[in-house]
């Protein structure tokens, strides 16, 4: 069995510069998952830091404490509200607010600025990948599946 181990993560703290031209969005790749008569299909993509080595690390973000405003329930897909019961959850989400829209702190300004950047990145890397023919992303997402 191979074990595809990453190098270290990368740790980028709220108030630090960082090089942005240095993420790598890889290739998009869809996941489908069935449920009874239901197909759920969603499409992510692998995001890394490229450090001087050319070497691939996964990024962690610090951002400002903030009280957390709600722990959301996850159960299976399609399960009717009245069996949304603690016994049959199956995971959590929790909500990240940044309530200080009128005097925000500077960590709130920082994180903000992250999450801005952030989505950014997504936005130029979906672009890069609608401008390629429909022919070059089928190739590769082809090659990705053989290798």
């Given at each position: ?10 740790f980028v ?9 240095k ?15 239901s197909?759920?299909e969603?499409?992510t993509?692998?995001?890394?830091f490229l ?6 690390h ?11 405003w709600?722990?959301?329930g996850?159960?299976p897909f399609?399960?009717p509200?009245?069996?949304q ?16 829209v009128e ?13 801005n ?7 130029d890397?979906?672009k890069?990948?609608?401008e390629?023919?429909k022919k070059e992303?089928?190739v ?8």
């Open positions: 069995m191979t074990i595809n181990m990453l190098p270290e993560k990368i703290p709220l108030d630090s510069v960082f090089d942005w031209g993420i790598i969005v890889e290739e998009p790749e869809t996941h489908t998952f069935t449920k009874g008569n197909t759920v969603w499409t993509s692998k995001v890394y450090d001087e080595d050319g070497e691939k996964p990024i962690c973000f610090e951002l400002a404490k903030q009280n957390l709600g722990v959301n996850i159960w399609g399960t509200q009245e069996y019961t603690l016994d049959k959850v199956e995971g959590f989400q929790i909500a990240y607010p940044l309530p200080s005097k925000p702190t500077p960590a709130e300004i920082e994180t903000r600025l992250t999450f950047k952030m989505w950014m990145t997504t936005l890397a979906m890069k990948f609608c390629k023919s992303r089928t590769s997402s082809q090659l990705a599946a053989i290798t």
